[in-house]
């Protein structure tokens, strides 16, 4: 007993000698009748922990508000969402200092400010599309990185904290890279300000919670019980945050189907009563179609283009994401689902994404082969295959590697953007019957922009000695 509480001892002076090297001072550590110790805030705030993330607000989160400062507009509206939730953080994490571990609807009201600055980013990115659409959404999707704080052990289900970073900032990238590509060649303060918001989050947060919270946040056993947090104020001209929380402790409850049973019972009362059809008119004879003499068979020039005009997607089936019998996952007809994630995946899986439209899924973990057909506007963000990718009968997708694919398939497609990284360079690509396909690979430095590349299209056929040689079609300018 008195050994162990020697070293609480020296662990209290050591810590006090470390906080007044850092120019901490005026705090207060008491010790509790068990031996354990609670931190004021000043000395809480003064921690080691809290000035590394002082330091990671200033540098990375700064350089970001420069560059968006550049560009104005909603760009610098949701980065300064982004520091203010960097900024919600930090108090939570000098408030978990001196706060007992709080239960799991505890901690969705402590977490309470930091879940509504992130509902105010996803609300930006809702409503009418911006010009800036991707820059709003690889903001809102990167802030899901800052809920590694919500970690409170490995039966959780969630990743391990620097795990949790990384795999979140993946979501993110898949937009901050449409931003780096489209104004690479056009304006550098856009491509500085996708550069900054990549450094923000790797290597910037996920080193400081490798270096501070490998574990997760320690919660003070002798602290304060944790109570709901008032919302920080928010800034004038901010949106206002949908009322759906992340963090909740209740799951939504069902609505209850008696109201609709009542409704379609008076429905059927009324059609049996004959209220309903009791004010319609007698059809005469000469309202008849077959009898009208203004209508013909032949079809108008307008009927024709309202018949052609008609979306490919008009017949679909129900929108479907399910493991079917232990091996293939099956998404079909999702349309405009942006968040699609499949996380509990193996090698043996399949994955087949068919009849999507303006979606967007990503598979977290290896699987034998994934497939894409007759999708449309389709992005799907993978780390490894064992066999192959497969795109068919799709128009304008995109495909990120954030591992490795042996091999890449692309068959009667009409627009492919296909994102490679560095470890899959050597992924064999085959295309048949497609247009428009481009292929961008890392730059020679890791700061260095992403390059692309055109597959062609167009081949020469020429017979020489007894076989046709085919090189494809290049084309010189005057």
Known sequence: MEEDLIKRLEAAVTRLEG?????????????????????????????????????????????????AEKIGGVVHDV??????AFASQKELLVRIKQTQKPDLAGLAGFLKPLNDVTMKANAMTEGKRSDFFNHLKAASDSLSALAWIAFTGKDCGMSMPIAHVEESWQMAEFYN?????????????HVEWAKALKEL????????????YPLGPVWNASGKPATATAPAKAPPGAPAPPPAPIFSSESSKPSSSSNQKQGMSAVFQQLSSGAVTSGLRKVTDDMKTKNRADRSGAVSAIEKETRASKPAFSKTGPPKMELQM?????VENQIGKKDLVISECDSKQSVYIFGCKDSVLQIQGKVNNITIDKCTKMGVVFTDVVAAFEIV?????????????PTVSVDNTTGCQLYLNKDSLETAIT???????????????????????????????????????TTPVSHSGA
């Open 19 to 67: 906080i007044s090297s850092n120019g901490g001072g005026g705090g207060v550590v008491s010790v509790s009748r068990g031996g354990d110790f609670s931190i004021d805030g000043d000395v809480a705030s003064s921690d080691p922990s809290i000035l590394a993330y002082d330091d990671l607000i200033s540098q990375c989160v700064g350089r970001a508000l420069s560059a």
């Open 79 to 84: 980065t300064k969402i982004v520091a203010e």
């Open 177 to 189: 890279n449409k931003v780096l590509v489209e104004y690479r060649n056009k304006d550098a303060d």
């Open 201 to 212: 989050y790797v290597p910037g947060l996920r080193d400081y919670v490798k270096s501070q």
């Open 326 to 330: 232990g091996r293939k996952w099956a």
């Open 393 to 405: 009968n799709c128009n304008n997708v995109e495909v990120q590697c954030q591992g490795s694919a």
């Open 431 to 469: 295309t048949a019957k497609s247009s428009e396909i481009n292929v961008m690979v890392p730059g020679a430095t890791p700061d260095g922009d992403w390059v692309e590349h055109a597959l062609p299209q167009q081949y020469n056929h020429v017979f020489t000695e007894g076989k046709f040689e």
